[in-house]
């Protein structure tokens, strides 16, 4: 039997400005990302859709979800195979196309982290784990684009 693991949010839109949606420039494209026992969040739509620049957005969102995952499992599997990281940055870059009529989709992510490492004889490992870390990677396994990964491994 498989386990199931459950999660819970509520996204509270907060951009009536009086009329709600009467017409496509009446409201705000902001709301509260609320889970419980955890600090709220406050998101917009992209910018280029009337969007909040200083809000996340869930273009943000998604990228930043692979990315974060890729890392936890990645820590995972260094720490199981010896591999003493120190540091871990990911700069991810994604891409999404409009279609003409509005709609779109994301045509691929890339992963660029930097990982620093203990030793040189881990950067062989080190390396190699990140397509690991990508098998196994709840949120990359979710998608249906590319999740490309591009790290750079630096010995401390």
Same mark, same amino acid.
């Given at each position: ?8 949010? !509520? ?5 009536? @400005?009086?009329?709600? !949606? ?40 998604? &990228?930043?979800? @692979? ?21 871990? %940055? ?24 930097? %990982? ?6 881990? %950067? ?27 790290? !750079? &491994?630096? %010995?401390?």
């Amino acid at each position: 039997m498989q386990k199931q693991h459950h999660y819970k949010a !509520t996204v509270l839109w907060t951009g009536n @400005l009086g009329t709600g !949606t009467e017409n496509y420039r009446s409201y705000e494209r902001s709301y509260e990302i609320i889970i419980e026992n955890k600090p709220n969040i406050l998101g917009s739509s992209d910018p280029a859709f009337r969007g909040e620049k200083n809000k996340h957005n869930p273009e943000d969102f998604l &990228i930043t979800s @692979l990315s974060s995952c890729h890392m936890l499992w990645y820590l995972h599997f260094c720490s199981d195979a010896g591999v003493g990281v120190i540091d871990y %940055v990911d700069n991810a870059t994604g891409i999404m196309v409009e279609s003409s009529n509005g709609s779109g989709q994301f045509a691929e992510v890339i992963l660029y982290p930097t %990982v620093t490492v203990k030793e040189p004889t881990m %950067v062989h490992k080190a390396i190699e784990l990140h397509r690991k870390a990508n098998e196994y990677c709840f949120i990359a396994n979710s998608v249906n684009f590319p999740v490309k990964h591009n790290p !750079t &491994i630096i %010995v401390k």
